[in-house]
Structures are given as structure tokens and as C-alpha cells.
């Protein structure tokens, strides 16, 4: 008779032949769909640089449109990645978080017969880093959430700090990128390549200002407010690539760019509504509505409060926190409060304050590694004032900020800013850039075509094509789109009668990431077809930082409601969206060209565990890990402080410590 644990594996046996063979039937059978669909339509969408980039002339031409650009032919850049951990106590918890840049150098040549272009890594003394480990003890914790033992049932603080070591990764990586780039070093970087999707990190963390705790945060004599919430959120601004947008959730930020551009503290709203073509009804909606006329849901910012005398017991007054007011068709940020106090807000000097409280507070955490770099104090809705620990939602809104200011900073400096993500299971080109031209635009050669189910994600989409298609060589790359596409697709719907009608979808029906912010793309940079079995490299993502210089007049997709209503959809109220978006591989698109020259040039093919990715990355990835592991021993071993306390420890970390 077989044992229960010998049933308990031929079980298993069985169900993993069994789910095996039928994820071979589904990856093949929608592996051929792919390969249909990409000789149909799709290989009209991909950008084969190979050819172009063996030509000489057109590789001296490209040098040219780099120097140009760039204005230098040495690119100096950084590649930055990131580690973090946690190791959990029985009374505190110590989150380690690390961010590591790895520096080099390209030298465009064109001194020979054939342009050439020169890599050079720099020694690891010149690579820099961002090192933060934060010890919280729970014991504190309960201190900073009140007086009294409340005997409730919810640990929220506890929650809450749960996840706080990838958000502080998140943030060293950004603040290392902020930090180089404003710097006033020789090695000014021209090219930063970052291990992450900088468009899905702002829509990972973007939230409504009311939600953001660090209102309230002392700083150079005056205290993070919710009207500098709201204007640092509204940013980057660039009115050459339509920043802010025109579409209905961001309306208010175009209003608060106005006063940025103008350098007023009022501006004229049918002037505005003349200017961009909108409807005056729907600016003056915005300039009544939230975030702007302000946020009821907290309480004034003051160490005494403001107390309302009239009522017993005296009950401390709300904070409308109003970042402008509206009188009669003008909006103006110098205005008499509901409390009767005299507002004079600047929104630059406001943005200006924000970046300065953003680069303390990481200079803080990073660098001079304070003890209390991650606590503050903040006035609670009975009138006290309370300590309070920097919790996720705080960390997001630092990492909302350095993301803005290095965006606009890379504007003015004129740095390229490259983002790569490896192993994203997304459908962001397949499903929803796609759905938008077929349904959307009604591209006559994919509207009428047959598609049969495809691959899972995009990357497995191509990566199948790849293997089958001879005629692909590597580096290519798809045509860029929008990366505002995460957050719009279509959506199918069926009336009573069974009609099937199809409307323009966003997040909740309204909120549309930024549009004309980052361009995204699929590559893939190594390809070798000596063998039988082709030999690839993945399939990665690319988001390219659009700039004034190359993007100002990209292709534009008109998908405003009255356009999409002729071609028989739904009407959305989505207000005026016009993401950018590329149909043909053949468009020209000197931003893209630039950036996979670049990208393909730092693919050394070196490593085979990382064939066809950038080596500057994989560089940066080493150091990051060394710098956790090193932070991992150096953490692990301050038990030797608790021994003398065994009940210190948890008793999972003690049972494991002892081997049999």
C-alpha cells in the first residue's frame, strides 16, 4: 500500500502534467494568433533599427541630431537601481532601503571612416548611492498614537508601516536620480537610466491631496500646507508638450499652471477658456470645485487651533484650506478666508518650499541619517498636537514630488531620462493602445480584421513573434505611445436589445493620467539566429521622458467625446483627451531613434543572465544588492544588543536559530 505522503505527490504528479499540457495547448494556440495578427497588422507598428543603424550616414546623421539635442558628444550618464528589506522583532521592526548609481561615459566618434561611439564604465569609487535603515519600535508607535489606551481593535499604525521599505527604495532611487541631476559636478549626466517605469510610479502613488498626512510638517519657519499639496501635485509644467492637460480631471491643475506661467496671483478664466478651447462653464466648475476650494475633511494647521466660541463645549473649527477664490469670472489666490484672514499664496514660491521640504527631509533620512528624520508633529482634530511616524502615503507624496522636480529638471538641463522595466505582465500596448485604434480611431486595416485570443501579456506577445519571425532583427522596437494608455481603453458594453456599444474607459470614469509625459515602448535588443532555436533576449519596456525639443509636435489621437459619437461610441465625459500615439513604424520620431541608439550602444551582451539588457543597469543592480546584503548582516547582528532579552525576539527567529 502506497504512504499518504506517496498519494499526496502522484496527486500532485497528475495535476501539474495535467495543467502543463493545457498551458501548451493555450501558449501555442494563441502563440499562432500572435504570429497572424503581426503579419496581418502588427509589423506595420514596429520600428526595425538594425538596418538603419548599420548605415553609415544615417548613424553620422544620428550623432549629429545627439549633439544637437544633447549639446555635447560626451554623454555622461547614471543607471540607478535599488534594494530594500525588513527584519522584523517581537517590538520594532528595521526597514533598510539603498539606492546605487552606477556612472560611465558614451564618446560619439565620427573622426573615421565610420562613425563610431565609445563606452566607458567608471571605476566603482565614482558610482554614488542613497543608504537609509530605520528602526521602529511599536512601544513608540503606541506612544505617538495617544495618552490613553483605547482598547479598539485596529493596529493601524502598525498596517500601515507594513510596506514601508519598497516605498523608501522607491524614494532613494528617485532622490539619487534628483540629486545628480541638479548637481554642479563636472560629470553632469546627460542620460539617466532608471530600473523602473517612471509613468507607473506617479500613477502607483498619485492620490487625492486629502489623503496625503504631511500636511502640517514644520519646515523653514512655516508648516507644509494642503494648498502646497495640491500645487506640487498639479506639476511638472510645460506648456510646450501641454502640460497641464486639458481633459476634465485636470482642469484645475491648468488653471493653477496658468498662474505659475503668468507669475500673477489672479488670472482671467474666459481668457484662459479662449486660449485652450474650452467651455468657460467647466473652468469655473473647477476653480469652485475640489481640490481648489479646499479640504473640509481635516482640521487647521495651528499648534492652539481655532476655536469656535460660539458653541458649548468651544469645538475646533474645520480648515477649508481654499487654495484661490472665485469672484465673478476671476480667480485669485489673494483672497479673505472663511476665517476672516488675509491669503496672499504664491504658487512658485509654494513649489519652491516643497522642493526645498523634499530635500531636507531625504537629506535627513539618506545622508545625515537622523534618529527621527521619519517622525513628525502634526495638530489632530481634537486640537493636540501629536507625534507621527512618515507612513506609505507620506513617503508616495516625496516620491510624487522628486518624481516632478526631476522631470523639470531634466527640461532644463537637458538630460535624456530613460526608464526600463523587465518582467511588466501588462496588456498596456496590446489591449489598450490597440482597442483605442480599432474601436477609437477605427483604423480601417485593424477595424475590419479577425484576431483570434492572444498571448497573456505584451512581452509574451512579442517575445512569440520574435522566435517565429525571421525577417526581425535586433535592436527593434515598437512605435511609442502614450503612457496616459495605463489609465484609458475601451470598454464594451451591451444594451437592452443585446446590442454590443463600445465608450472610452478611464480609472473611476475620470481620471486620466498625464497625457504628452512619457513616451512607452517594447524593445528588444539581442537577438541571435545561428541556431535552429533562436537565441533573445527579453523583451523589455522603455518609457522615454518627452521633451519640448523633440515631442513639441508628435502625432496627436483626437479622442475628445464629439469625435468618438460620430464613429458610433458612447459619449464620456472624460473631457478633451488627446494622448499621443504612433500607427506606423515608418513615422519619423527622433526621440525614439535617439534613445534606442543610446539604450543599444550600453547593451554589452556581457552577462548571459542578462542577455539584451543594458549593462550600466545590471551594474547598478550588483551594487544595490551588495549594499542590502551589507545592510542585512549589519542589521541581523545588532541582536547581540537583545540577547539578554530573549522575549525581544520573535519566536519564529528563535526556534530557526537553533539546527537539529
Same mark, same amino acid.
Given at each position: 500500500?502506497?504512504?499518504?505522503?506517496?498519494?499526496i505527490?502522484?496527486?500532485?504528479q497528475?495535476t501539474?502534467r495535467?495543467?502543463?499540457?493545457?498551458?501548451?495547448?493555450?501558449?501555442?494556440?494563441?502563440?499562432?494568433?500572435?504570429?497572424d495578427?503581426?503579419r496581418?497588422?502588427?509589423?506595420r507598428?514596429?520600428?526595425?533599427?538594425?538596418?538603419a543603424?548599420?548605415?553609415?550616414?544615417a548613424?553620422?546623421?544620428?550623432?549629429r541630431?545627439?549633439?544637437?539635442t544633447?549639446?555635447?558628444?560626451?554623454?555622461?550618464?547614471?543607471a540607478?537601481d535599488?534594494?530594500?528589506n525588513?527584519?522584523?522583532?517581537?517590538?520594532?521592526i528595521?526597514?533598510?532601503?539603498?539606492?546605487?548609481?552606477?556612472k560611465?561615459?558614451l564618446?560619439?566618434?565620427?573622426?573615421?571612416?565610420?562613425?563610431?561611439?565609445?563606452? %566607458? /564604465?567608471?571605476e566603482?569609487? +565614482? &558610482?554614488?548611492?542613497?543608504?537609509a535603515?530605520? =528602526?521602529?519600535p511599536? @512601544?513608540?508607535?503606541?506612544?505617538a498614537?495617544?495618552e490613553?489606551?483605547?482598547?479598539?481593535?485596529?493596529?493601524?499604525?502598525r498596517?500601515?508601516?507594513?510596506?514601508?521599505?519598497?516605498k523608501?527604495?522607491q524614494l532613494?532611487?528617485?532622490?539619487?536620480?534628483?540629486s545628480?541631476v541638479?548637481?554642479?559636478?563636472?560629470?553632469?549626466?546627460r542620460?539617466?537610466?532608471?530600473d523602473?517605469?517612471p509613468?507607473?510610479?506617479?500613477?502607483?502613488?498619485?492620490g487625492?491631496?486629502?489623503?496625503?498626512?504631511?500636511g502640517?510638517?514644520?519646515y523653514? %519657519? /512655516?508648516?507644509?500646507?494642503? +494648498? &502646497?499639496?495640491?500645487v506640487?501635485l498639479?506639476? =511638472?509644467?510645460n506648456? @510646450?508638450?501641454?502640460?497641464?492637460n486639458k481633459n476634465?480631471?485636470?482642469?484645475?491643475q491648468?488653471i493653477?499652471?496658468?498662474?505659475?506661467?503668468s507669475?500673477?496671483?489672479?488670472i482671467?478664466?474666459?481668457?484662459?477658456?479662449k486660449r485652450?478651447?474650452?467651455?468657460?462653464?467647466?473652468?469655473i466648475?473647477?476653480?469652485n470645485?475640489?481640490?481648489?476650494?479646499g479640504?473640509?475633511?481635516?482640521?487647521?494647521?495651528?499648534?492652539?487651533g481655532?476655536?469656535?466660541?460660539?458653541?458649548?463645549?468651544?469645538?475646533?473649527?474645520?480648515r477649508?484650506? %481654499?487654495?484661490?477664490r472665485?469672484?465673478?469670472?476671476?480667480?485669485?489666490?489673494?483672497f479673505?478666508s472663511?476665517?476672516?484672514?488675509?491669503?496672499?499664496f504664491?504658487v512658485?514660491?509654494?513649489?519652491?518650499f516643497t522642493i526645498?521640504?523634499?530635500?531636507?527631509?531625504c537629506?535627513?533620512i539618506?545622508?545625515?541619517k537622523?534618529?527621527?528624520?521619519?517622525?513628525?508633529?502634526?495638530?489632530?482634530?481634537?486640537?493636540?498636537?501629536?507625534?507621527?511616524?512618515l507612513?506609505?502615503?507620506?513617503?508616495?507624496?516625496?516620491?510624487?514630488?522628486?518624481?516632478?522636480?526631476?522631470?523639470?529638471?531634466?527640461?532644463?538641463?537637458k538630460?535624456?531620462?530613460?526608464g526600463?522595466?523587465?518582467?511588466?505582465?501588462s496588456?498596456?500596448?496590446?489591449?489598450?493602445?490597440?482597442?483605442?485604434?480599432r474601436?477609437?480611431?477605427?483604423?480601417?486595416?485593424?477595424?475590419?480584421?479577425?484576431?483570434?485570443?492572444?498571448?497573456?501579456?505584451?512581452?509574451?506577445?512579442f517575445?512569440?513573434?520574435?522566435?517565429l519571425?525571421?525577417?526581425?532583427?535586433?535592436?527593434w522596437?515598437?512605435?511609442?505611445?502614450?503612457?496616459?494608455?495605463?489609465?484609458?481603453?475601451?470598454?464594451?458594453?451591451?444594451?437592452s436589445?443585446?446590442?454590443?456599444?463600445f465608450?472610452?474607459g478611464?480609472?473611476?470614469?475620470?481620471i486620466?493620467a498625464?497625457?504628452?509625459?512619457?513616451a512607452?515602448?517594447?524593445?528588444?535588443?539581442?537577438?541571435?539566429?545561428?541556431?535552429?532555436?533562436p537565441?533573445m533576449?527579453?523583451?523589455?519596456?522603455?518609457?522615454?521622458?518627452?521633451?519640448?525639443?523633440l515631442?513639441?509636435?508628435?502625432?496627436?489621437?483626437?479622442?475628445t467625446?464629439?469625435?468618438?459619437?460620430a464613429?458610433?461610441?458612447?459619449?464620456?465625459?472624460?473631457?478633451?483627451v488627446?494622448?499621443?500615439?504612433?500607427?506606423?513604424?515608418?513615422?519619423e520620431?527622433?526621440?525614439?531613434?535617439m534613445?534606442?541608439?543610446?539604450?543599444?550602444?550600453?547593451?554589452?551582451?556581457?552577462?548571459p543572465?542578462?542577455?539584451?539588457?543594458p549593462?550600466?543597469l545590471?551594474?547598478a543592480?550588483?551594487?544595490?544588492?551588495?549594499?542590502?546584503?551589507?545592510?542585512k548582516?549589519?542589521?541581523r547582528?545588532?541582536?547581540?544588543a537583545?540577547?539578554?532579552?530573549?522575549?525581544?525576539r520573535?519566536?519564529?527567529?528563535?526556534?530557526?536559530?537553533?539546527?537539529?
Amino acid at each position: 500500500m502506497p504512504s499518504e505522503i506517496s498519494k499526496i505527490l502522484n496527486a500532485y504528479q497528475r495535476t501539474l502534467r495535467e495543467t502543463k499540457s493545457r498551458y501548451e495547448t493555450l501558449y501555442t494556440s494563441r502563440g499562432k494568433n500572435a504570429l497572424d495578427f503581426y503579419r496581418q497588422y502588427a509589423n506595420r507598428l514596429i520600428r526595425n533599427y538594425a538596418p538603419a543603424f548599420r548605415d553609415v550616414g544615417a548613424r553620422r546623421q544620428l550623432h549629429r541630431d545627439i549633439r544637437r539635442t544633447l549639446g555635447t558628444d560626451t554623454i555622461d550618464f547614471i543607471a540607478i537601481d535599488g534594494s530594500c528589506n525588513k527584519d522584523p522583532f517581537n517590538d520594532f521592526i528595521v526597514f533598510s532601503a539603498c539606492a546605487y548609481g552606477a556612472k560611465g561615459q558614451l564618446k560619439l566618434n565620427d573622426s573615421g571612416d565610420r562613425p563610431g561611439i565609445q563606452y %566607458r /564604465r567608471w571605476e566603482l569609487e +565614482r &558610482d554614488v548611492s542613497m543608504v537609509a535603515y530605520v =528602526p521602529v519600535p511599536f @512601544a513608540q508607535l503606541a506612544d505617538a498614537i495617544g495618552e490613553k489606551e483605547d482598547f479598539t481593535l485596529s493596529d493601524q499604525d502598525r498596517i500601515n508601516l507594513a510596506g514601508v521599505h519598497t516605498k523608501l527604495m522607491q524614494l532613494a532611487e528617485i532622490y539619487l536620480a534628483y540629486s545628480v541631476v541638479t548637481s554642479s559636478s563636472i560629470e553632469h549626466p546627460r542620460l539617466v537610466l532608471l530600473d523602473l517605469l517612471p509613468s507607473s510610479v506617479m500613477a502607483s502613488i498619485a492620490g487625492s491631496p486629502s489623503s496625503i498626512n504631511l500636511g502640517g510638517y514644520q519646515y523653514d %519657519r /512655516r508648516r507644509l500646507d494642503f +494648498r &502646497d499639496i495640491v500645487v506640487a501635485l498639479a506639476h =511638472p509644467f510645460n506648456s @510646450a508638450l501641454g502640460l497641464p492637460n486639458k481633459n476634465r480631471f485636470r482642469l484645475h491643475q491648468l488653471i493653477l499652471g496658468e498662474l505659475h506661467r503668468s507669475q500673477q496671483k489672479q488670472i482671467d478664466l474666459p481668457e484662459i477658456a479662449k486660449r485652450y478651447g474650452l467651455s468657460l462653464e467647466t473652468l469655473i466648475q473647477a476653480a469652485n470645485g475640489q481640490p481648489l476650494y479646499g479640504d473640509t475633511s481635516r482640521f487647521i494647521e495651528t499648534a492652539d487651533g481655532i476655536l469656535d466660541t460660539s458653541v458649548s463645549p468651544a469645538s475646533l473649527l474645520p480648515r477649508s484650506a %481654499r487654495v484661490g477664490r472665485l469672484s465673478g469670472h476671476v480667480f485669485s489666490t489673494q483672497f479673505t478666508s472663511d476665517t476672516g484672514q488675509q491669503i496672499i499664496f504664491d504658487v512658485r514660491e509654494s513649489w519652491s518650499f516643497t522642493i526645498a521640504l523634499f530635500r531636507s527631509i531625504c537629506e535627513r533620512i539618506f545622508r545625515a541619517k537622523e534618529p527621527d528624520a521619519m517622525i513628525y508633529q502634526v495638530v489632530g482634530s481634537d486640537g493636540k498636537t501629536r507625534e507621527h511616524w512618515l507612513d506609505p502615503t507620506d513617503i508616495d507624496f516625496l516620491t510624487a514630488v522628486g518624481m516632478r522636480a526631476l522631470i523639470e529638471a531634466c527640461w532644463e538641463q537637458k538630460v535624456m531620462l530613460i526608464g526600463i522595466a523587465k518582467d511588466s505582465a501588462s496588456r498596456y500596448f496590446t489591449r489598450n493602445y490597440l482597442g483605442v485604434l480599432r474601436c477609437g480611431l477605427q483604423v480601417p486595416e485593424l477595424a475590419d480584421l479577425e484576431v483570434g485570443r492572444l498571448p497573456w501579456t505584451d512581452r509574451m506577445f512579442f517575445e512569440f513573434v520574435a522566435t517565429l519571425e525571421d525577417n526581425l532583427e535586433s535592436p527593434w522596437a515598437t512605435c511609442e505611445f502614450d503612457s496616459a494608455f495605463m489609465t484609458l481603453w475601451i470598454a464594451s458594453f451591451r444594451d437592452s436589445t443585446g446590442m454590443e456599444t463600445f465608450k472610452l474607459g478611464a480609472v473611476k470614469d475620470y481620471i486620466v493620467a498625464h497625457t504628452g509625459l512619457f513616451a512607452r515602448s517594447l524593445a528588444q535588443f539581442f537577438i541571435s539566429r545561428k541556431k535552429a532555436t533562436p537565441l533573445m533576449g527579453h523583451v523589455v519596456f522603455v518609457d522615454r521622458l518627452m521633451t519640448p525639443e523633440l515631442d513639441s509636435s508628435c502625432p496627436k489621437l483626437d479622442l475628445t467625446s464629439g469625435v468618438l459619437e460620430a464613429r458610433g461610441l458612447m459619449s464620456h465625459a472624460l473631457g478633451d483627451v488627446r494622448p499621443m500615439g504612433y500607427q506606423n513604424g515608418t513615422e519619423e520620431n527622433l526621440g525614439q531613434d535617439m534613445s534606442t541608439y543610446l539604450l543599444s550602444c550600453l547593451t554589452r551582451n556581457h552577462y548571459p543572465e542578462v542577455i539584451g539588457y543594458p549593462d550600466p543597469l545590471h551594474k547598478a543592480d550588483w551594487g544595490a544588492k551588495t549594499l542590502g546584503d551589507q545592510l542585512k548582516r549589519t542589521i541581523r547582528s545588532s541582536e547581540v544588543a537583545f540577547r539578554a532579552s530573549p522575549l525581544s525576539r520573535t519566536l519564529r527567529s528563535i526556534r530557526d536559530s537553533y539546527r537539529r
